[in-house]
């Protein structure tokens, strides 16, 4: 994996993303028995009330992204990846936030059930 710049102008929320201690993203590497549901989010700029940049979600685009993400951490997803994406329709430029939650599976064990002795 490599370092990535990501230009940013306003202010940003990455308050909840896990860094090493060089202050890079931390990736673990999950084993073969986790699985993890996806969820992308796909966010515009808000409207420009105060001069700064800051990106919503919504049906009219009124939701701010740190309320959505807040709501979603607190449904256990983790934020994995924020990409900029190009223009869309005019509106400016557009985030894609991509979320994971870890689904909770029963594992089998080996073995013969009692009842079948």
Same mark, same amino acid.
């Given at each position: 994996? *490599?370092?990535?710049? !990501? @230009? %940013? /102008?306003g202010?940003? *929320? %990455?308050?909840? +993303? @896990?860094l090493d201690s060089?202050?890079?993203v931390l990736v673990t %590497?999950?084993? =073969?028995?986790v699985q993890?549901?996806?969820q992308s989010i796909f966010a515009l700029p808000c409207a =420009? /009330? *105060?001069?700064? !940049?800051?990106?919503c979600t919504g049906p009219q685009s009124d939701i701010p992204i740190e309320? *959505? +993400?807040? $709501? =979603?951490s607190s449904q256990g997803y983790e934020l994995v990846s924020v990409v900029p994406t190009p223009q869309y329709n005019n509106s400016g @430029?557009?985030? !894609?936030? $991509? +979320?994971? !939650?870890l689904l909770t599976t029963r594992h089998k064990t080996g073995g013969v059930p009692a009842s079948a002795h």
């Open positions: 994996m *490599t370092n990535a710049s !990501l @230009p %940013v /102008t202010s940003v *929320t %990455v308050g909840n +993303l @896990p060089r202050g890079n %590497v999950a084993s =073969d028995t993890y549901q996806f =420009d /009330t *105060t001069g700064i !940049l800051d990106f309320q *959505t +993400l807040t $709501t =979603d @430029p557009a985030m !894609l936030y $991509t +979320l994971r !939650l």
